[in-house]
């Protein structure tokens, strides 16, 4: 019986993201537009597409900064 947690969804999450951002950003101009609407749309922007790709490694970044002011403002 397969027995599905919630690491076995982040994980997936994880990847099925890294590979629709790596389609949109790297595959996209060596590969024709692939038919999906949704794709195509992300694939052709120029501008936004960059947007969803990095606000996940600066929303960890201010929520670890903010956790280490916090800490510092109780231990002080």
């Known amino acids: 019986m397969l027995n599905i947690n919630t690491g ?3 994980i997936a999450l994880t990847a099925a993201f ?4 790596s389609y949109v950003i790297l595959f996209n101009t ?5 038919g999906i609407q949704a794709l195509d749309v992300l694939a052709q ?3 936004y597409k ?5 606000i ?4 960890a ?4 900064a903010n956790w280490v002011g ?3 403002y109780q231990n002080s």
């Open 61 to 64: 970044y201010f929520v670890i």
């Open 30 to 34: 060596f590969l024709p537009l692939s």
């Open 45 to 47: 922007d120029n501008h």
């Open 18 to 21: 890294f590979v629709v951002a």
């Open 50 to 54: 960059y947007f969803a790709l990095f």
């Open 70 to 72: 916090w800490q510092y």
């Open 8 to 10: 076995h969804i982040i």
């Open 56 to 59: 996940i490694p600066m929303g």
